[in-house]
């Protein structure tokens, strides 16, 4: 595999790292601690490009590459993983869904004020008795008998961005008798400031507390058929090609994290001194130190390589699923592993509110869950290598 960054690729990443560095670092903990959502560094972040990455400038984008938006992605989240997480699902979970989906009508109308970072988007797939099983989704769409409108009812859950999206790509039953059942599914983009949407509690969570999370209602919402994304009962295979994309985004956060994680502890364990000498020199943190390290880079490597494949599907239309299962897999473990031994590391600093280790563990959790679980996401691989369900 070809490492060697181009110029455009080092300028977003060294961008972003010091947009990171400058705007997010001073407000990350308080953000955390409150839990209030950062609308200021997320408009700055349109601004600068970060919200439609690989979004072309005809669509309010930069036009860029995956591997530009995981380069990206990786610093925003080393210093933030609840700016890491908007990021990530603002670029891939929306936008890259009318970038594949889209009518250039629906480009202009519903892709152009997200990817510019005018408005924030989300999607939502997951129910309260749906989360894993996908498909086994209620909230039903009905055609008007006059055709012109769907009619959306049900609850929708753990819409990541929900309480700040204007616009949300939503998945819904339009023929709950469909066999098989995916052939039920289909795709809407809902602006949340009609009359029929509204917005249940936010979820209090143990991480990426600045990203905010909640349910959504429809009651009688009426959705015009031109909002609808792609065929009626294409929406299930739309949900899993665009989560093909979201993974990467993920293993791009997770990797940022466990970075963040990785290069305290080092700092730690050169300053640290125990028995009269750095811990450092100690060969169980050596051990540690090194493993870290290890697990990072491969995990870099399984991203950069969906992010490849990514990019080769632009031309050849092979799926990626697998590389991106794989990378989302092992860079949420590797997160959360790495995370882990940077709290024991620090021992009770690593424990205190005083230093973000401990935010670190508690953003790396919701890697291993979210966007699919590594439960999930082994499954999928096993299913891809035997040819076995
Ligand atoms: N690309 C294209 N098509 C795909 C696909 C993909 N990646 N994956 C599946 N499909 C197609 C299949 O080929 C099949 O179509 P055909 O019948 O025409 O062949 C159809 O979709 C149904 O697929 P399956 O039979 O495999 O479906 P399933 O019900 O057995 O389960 C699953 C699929 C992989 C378990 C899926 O339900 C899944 O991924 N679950 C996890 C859900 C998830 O990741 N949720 C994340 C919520 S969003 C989020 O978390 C965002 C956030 O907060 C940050």
């Given at each position: 595999m070809d490492l060697n960054l181009s110029e455009e690729h080092r300028m977003i990443r060294d961008m972003a790292r010091e947009f990171a560095q400058k705007e997010i670092a001073p407000i990350a903990a308080h953000h955390d601690e409150t839990g209030e959502f950062p609308y200021e560094t997320i408009r700055k972040m349109g601004e600068q490009g970060?919200?439609?990455?690989?979004?072309p400038e005809e669509y309010?984008?930069?036009?860029?590459d995956t591997m530009a938006y995981v380069l990206a992605l990786e610093e925003i989240s080393k210093v933030d993983a609840s700016h890491g997480v908007v990021m990530s699902v603002n670029n891939s979970l929306y936008c890259y869904g009318f970038l594949r989906y889209g009518t250039e009508e629906q480009k202009q109308t519903y892709l152009r004020p997200v990817a510019s970072g005018e408005v924030v988007g989300a999607y939502a797939l997951t129910e309260p008795q749906s989360g894993s099983d996908?498909?086994?989704?209620?909230v039903t769409a009905i055609l008007s008998p006059d055709g012109s409108h769907y009619v959306i009812n049900g609850t929708k859950s753990w819409i990541s961005s929900g309480p700040a999206a204007k616009y949300i790509v939503l998945f819904v039953q339009t023929d709950p008798d469909a066999q098989p059942r995916h052939k039920g599914v289909s795709a809407f983009v809902i602006d949340t400031d009609q009359p029929g949407f509204s917005r249940g509690k936010t979820e209090p969570k143990l991480?990426?507390?600045?990203?905010a999370t909640c349910e959504i209602h429809f009651e009688d919402y009426h959705c015009p058929v031109d909002h609808r994304l792609g065929e009626e009962g294409n929406g299930f295979i739309i949900s899993m090609s665009v989560l093909d994309a979201g993974r990467i985004g993920i293993a791009a956060q997770a990797l940022g994290i466990a970075e963040a994680a990785y290069e305290a502890s080092v700092q730690y364990a050169c300053e640290r001194e125990a028995f009269g000498q750095k811990?450092?020199?100690?060969q169980m943190i050596q051990q540690k130190i090194a493993d870290m390290k290890m697990r990072i880079e491969a995990s870099r490597l399984l991203i950069y390589q969906a992010a490849l494949a990514k990019e080769d599907f632009k031309k050849?239309?092979?799926?990626?699923t697998l590389e991106s299962c794989m990378a989302k897999t092992f860079a949420s473990e590797t997160a959360m592993w790495v995370t882990t031994q940077a709290i024991q590391i620090h021992a009770g600093m690593g424990y205190s509110k005083e230093l973000p280790i401990e935010r670190y563990f508690r953003d790396a959790k919701v890697t291993e869950i979210y966007e699919g679980t590594s439960e999930i996401q082994r499954m999928v691989i096993a299913r891809l290598e035997t040819g076995l369900r």
């Open positions: 970060f919200m439609g990455i690989e979004v309010g984008g930069v036009g860029m996908a498909g086994n989704m209620r991480g990426i507390r600045a990203s811990i450092g020199q100690f050849t239309g092979r799926r990626y």
